[in-house]
């Protein structure tokens, strides 16, 4: 297919069949489904204001007894019940059905669908009294509820999702006949049971997915779409081409930057691809890139976007419910792993453009020498330091003086900032969708197109220091994003022509206020699927509470992987492909979390391999994104190659080989915490910073074969250890000086008084899991204060005794108290210590290893550079 034949109402065709709906209805039902969507809209922005608890605080003060808050529970049922009813409407049920008008079953399905995601709302009483004991019409509303959500999921997203849901839900029927010695044999398999689990309580369908989608995922993707419609989509793209267009390769470089910052805008990989890859793909055919590299480079730049924060494509919101952490100190753990990919990927473009001594796009000014741009650069970002503080002083000064006018005050400043922007923006033109296929191309100017858009980024700014600064939830600093950009949108033309003296007043205000619209409707429309595939993924997440096959999955994997930790996340990343394969990105991070994480975490502990939980999730997180490139379920490589006019699986393979970076990370973040910055203080975060991309560039270019010249084969084995070392430089330090020392359970009690309180007590035990099953696992707990060993273990909730056997002494613990660190550690009675560990004071930190690691590197770049072209 060439490019010629695909024009812009194909891509939006392509857009609309996967994210928004591929069905155009005629006359009212077109209105209805516009204005269903913009209610949605209305009614998640009231549910995520502080708007309700005036409202009701009003009522009360007037004598009404009206409520109008919605507690979670119900929110999620009318959060569900307006994807429902949207999904049935927006959707064919086949390619063959019409998608000019819409069926009656379709309607049928959508009022009994919205009526049952409802139910909630409409039983709330009921189901609260006889909760645990549903009755003959909770069982009948869940079995069609269920049937209802799967084919709703099957018309949206496909049969992946659905195939997946059933399964389970067999395996919870049938389970209970399975011979009770079979490891996934289980006893909790009644119909009872089931739509007790899945629908009426909020373990299943109406669970924390769910919830997340409805208190924080809709905000953010409706902070999306307006600044979309605000015109921020283009500007990102027109910037990025603005100052790196005219570099080697730059067209590709600049596609890489603008789909990163789309992902900002966008939580669809494949609606990213389309947007920013009209626009990039043609242009780096432009400059030399064969259709599969140019669509291989948009693919895997998009499906990046969902890696990196703030948003995640949405999977963020998820980890900080699963993982039970402040969004702020998520954002931290996840931000250096997504920089160093994008970097990366950078460089791979760069790398190539050099293999094939490809040039950049002409400039349309005079590129300035490096060493002015450097001090330009620097000067900006430390205008931007001073101006951080200054504002953070300020409002800490607000709040102290005028508590109960900082708001206010605070309000009038973002107007005022909001005017000069305007007014700065005023004096250049509006930035116009060039033609990409245009016989002559030549990049814009980097001022007047920075300046173009300069207040696209206040919302943003809003939104990131809400969620960073003053640490709100993620649901009110999405919120107050979206209210300025409502403001942004009425008001931005109106005044941009008030300052240029247009009289295009009433016009400008109109089309804003159609842009308004426009908006809400579309952030409402790309949140179905999100809403549909959150609630059917609840199901697998019911399935695997109600019958613990999470942990039994743990055991099948442990078999498998014979007790090697590197095989197990190798089997870990391959199941977590495998169910990704033609999910969506939240419904995918759902599965694969909700049946991986458990696996990493119980075998790890049984194998001395204990991480961090978000460390785990993270890995999974990873992997099943990476299910979007692979071909051949990954619809980005289709999208983008029916933009490139390129082979798709070619592109979804070099898509992939281009994506190898980000497939090795998690691994590296598992072994290595430091690259997550858990417990990391800013000179080493900023160490681990400047090595772990050395080494992801040392990588990439041992992946492509080419560094500063061809790579020899030694060169590329060598560059691969040498990034290997920069990663995990722990791994050849703890052979010249090791780190734990090893004790017998005897000397227990000696070495948890010698050691520093804070440092980390490491115990091998023996003992029955949850599950009664004989197992021995690892447990690492901070030493506590004390005089002596035995108070030390005591403060730390650990009572134990000396037990005679035949073949000698044995450690066994006697009393655990209840919340203290032993008990989270998971250590409990009449479990027996095999042996421990503590640190070694004096050993060497595991970063002089960088030192000859970087020297070997730097010896390396001297012989390629020393060698001929």
Same mark, same amino acid.
């Given at each position: 297919?060439?490019? /010629?034949?695909?024009?812009?109402?194909?891509?939006?065709?392509?857009?609309?069949?996967?994210?928004?709906?591929?069905?155009?209805?005629?006359?009212?039902? /077109? @209105?209805?489904?516009?204005?269903?969507? &913009?209610?949605?809209?209305?009614?998640?922005?009231?549910?995520?204001?502080?708007?309700?608890?005036?409202?009701?605080?009003? !009522?009360?003060?007037?004598?009404?007894? =009206?409520?109008?808050?919605?507690?979670?529970?119900?929110?999620? +049922?009318?959060?569900?019940?307006?994807?429902?009813?949207? %999904?049935?409407?927006?959707?064919?049920?086949?390619?063959? +059905?019409?998608?000019?008008? =819409?069926?009656?079953?379709?309607?049928?399905?959508?009022? $009994?669908?919205?009526?049952?995601?409802?139910?909630?709302?409409?039983?709330?009483?009921?189901?609260?009294? #006889?909760? *645990?004991?549903?009755? !003959?019409?909770?069982?009948?509303?869940?079995?069609?509820?269920?049937? !209802?959500?799967?084919?709703?999921?099957?018309?949206?997203?496909?049969?992946?999702?659905?195939?997946?849901?059933? $399964?389970?839900?067999?395996?919870?029927?049938?389970?209970?006949?399975?011979?009770?010695?079979?490891?996934? +044999?289980?006893?909790?398999?009644?119909?009872?049971?089931?739509?007790?689990?899945?629908?009426?309580?909020?373990?299943?369908?109406?669970? $924390?997915?769910?919830?997340?989608?409805? /208190?924080?995922?809709?905000?953010? $993707?409706?902070?999306?779409? !307006?600044?979309? /419609?605000? *015109? %921020?989509?283009?500007?990102? &793209? @027109?910037?990025?081409?603005?100052?790196?267009?005219?570099? #080697?390769?730059?067209?590709? @470089?600049?596609?890489?930057?603008?789909?990163?910052?789309?992902?900002?805008?966008?939580?669809? +990989?494949?609606?990213n691809v389309v947007t920013t890859g009209t626009f990039t793909i043609p242009m780096m055919k432009r400059v030399g890139f064969s259709a599969e590299k140019a669509g291989a480079v948009e693919v895997a730049s998009s499906v990046n976007g969902q890696i990196m924060p703030p948003v995640m494509g949405a999977a963020a919101f998820l980890m900080i419910e699963y993982v039970n952490m402040p969004y702020s100190q998520l954002i931290t753990h996840a931000f250096l792993p997504a920089v160093i990919s994008y970097i990366a990927l950078v460089y791979i473009v760069h790398l190539e453009a050099c293999k094939m001594d490809l040039k950049g796009l002409p400039k349309a000014d005079e590129p300035k020498p490096f060493l002015n741009s450097l001090i330009r650069a620097l000067g900006t970002f430390i205008f931007l330091c001073v101006l951080y503080f200054a504002v953070d002083f300020s409002l800490g000064w607000l709040k102290n003086v005028t508590p109960n006018y900082a708001f206010s005050i605070v309000i009038v400043l973002l107007s005022i900032t909001y005017l000069l922007l305007l007014r700065r923006v005023a004096q250049f033109p509006d930035l116009e969708i060039d033609d990409p296929h245009s016989p002559v191309v030549v990049l814009p100017s980097a001022k007047p197109t920075v300046n173009s858009g300069l207040h696209f980024l206040l919302p943003v700014v809003i939104l990131i220091w809400s969620l960073m600064v003053e640490r709100l939830s993620p649901g009110l600093s999405a919120f107050w994003g979206a209210l300025s950009l409502i403001v942004i949108l009425l008001t931005q033309r109106p005044l941009l022509s008030f300052y240029r003296k247009q009289n295009t007043f009433r016009s400008d205000l109109k089309q804003g206020w159609k842009d308004l619209v426009s908006g809400l409707e579309a952030g409402a429309r790309n949140m179905i699927g999100i809403g549909i595939a959150t609630a059917t993924a609840g199901i697998i997440v019911g399935v695997v509470s109600l019958t613990g096959f999470g942990v039994q999955l743990a055991t099948i994997i442990e078999t498998l992987s014979m007790g090697n930790i590197f095989l197990m996340l190798l089997l870990v990343a391959g199941f977590s492909l495998i169910l990704g394969m033609g999910l969506p990105t939240t419904a995918n991070y759902i599965v694969v979390s909700s049946l991986m994480a458990v696996v990493i975490i119980e075998v790890g502990r049984q194998n001395g391999f204990i991480v961090p939980l978000i460390a785990v999730h993270l890995f999974v997180f990873y992997f099943g994104i990476m299910a979007d490139v692979t071909p051949p379920v990954g619809l980005a490589s289709f999208a983008a190659s029916a933009v490139s006019g390129g082979d798709p699986i070619k592109t979804g393979l070099t898509a992939f080989s281009y994506s190898l970076r980000t497939a090795i990370l998690p691994f590296l973040f598992i072994f290595n915490t430091d690259l997550l910055l858990i417990d990391v203080g800013w000179a080493k975060g900023i160490l681990v910073f400047i090595t772990a991309t050395i080494g992801i560039l040392a990588f990439t270019a041992g992946a492509v074969g080419y560094f500063f010249r061809p790579n020899k084969l030694w060169e590329s084995v060598a560059l691969f250890v040498l990034a290997f070392a920069l990663f995990r430089p722990g791994f050849f330090m703890e052979h010249i000086s090791p780190t734990q020392y090893q004790f017998e359970p005897v000397d227990l009690m000696q070495q948890v008084e010698k050691a520093q309180t804070g440092d980390t007590l490491t115990l091998k035990v023996s003992g029955l899991n949850p599950y009664g099953k004989q197992i021995e696992f690892f447990a690492q707990l901070p030493i506590a204060e004390g005089s002596t060993g035995e108070e030390r273990l005591k403060n730390m909730g650990l009572t134990l005794f000396e037990q005679d056997k035949p073949e000698g002494k044995e450690l066994v613990i006697d009393a655990v108290e209840i919340d203290s660190t032993a008990a989270k550690a998971g250590l409990n009675w009449d479990q027996v210590i095999l042996n421990g560990s503590v640190p070694i004071k004096d050993a060497l930190a595991k970063e002089w290893f960088f030192i000859p690691t970087l020297f070997l590197l730097f010896l390396l770049v001297m012989n390629q550079r020393r060698r001929p072209q």
């Open positions: 297919m060439s490019t /010629k034949n695909i024009d812009y109402d194909d891509l939006q065709d392509i857009v609309a069949s996967s994210d928004t709906g591929g069905r155009d209805p005629d006359g009212f039902p /077109k @209105k209805l489904i516009a204005g269903v969507a &913009i209610l949605w809209s209305l009614f998640q922005l009231y549910y995520a204001s502080p708007a309700p608890f005036w409202l009701q605080e009003f !009522l009360r003060n007037i004598g009404l007894n =009206i409520n109008v808050v919605f507690d979670d529970t119900k929110a999620r +049922s009318i959060h569900l019940a307006f994807a429902l009813f949207l %999904a049935y409407l927006s959707y064919p049920a086949f390619k063959f +059905s019409p998608k000019h008008r =819409i069926p009656l079953v379709d309607w049928v399905f959508a009022t $009994v669908g919205a009526f049952l995601g409802a139910y909630y709302l409409f039983f709330y009483d009921g189901l609260v009294t #006889r909760f *645990g004991a549903p009755i !003959l019409q909770d069982i009948i509303a869940g079995c069609i509820g269920i049937f !209802l959500l799967l084919e709703a999921t099957r018309r949206s997203l496909g049969l992946p999702l659905v195939v997946i849901a059933i $399964v389970f839900l067999l395996y919870n029927y049938f389970g209970q006949f399975l011979p009770t010695d079979w490891i996934v +044999s289980h006893r909790t398999g009644s119909l009872s049971h089931i739509i007790n689990q899945q629908w009426i309580t909020t373990e299943g369908v109406f669970g $924390v997915a769910l919830g997340v989608s409805t /208190k924080y995922v809709f905000l953010f $993707v409706l902070f999306g779409a !307006l600044l979309d /419609k605000a *015109g %921020a989509g283009n500007y990102f &793209i @027109k910037s990025a081409f603005a100052y790196l267009g005219h570099l #080697r390769g730059g067209p590709a @470089k600049a596609a890489v930057v603008a789909s990163g910052l789309t992902g900002l805008i966008s939580g669809s +990989s494949i609606a």
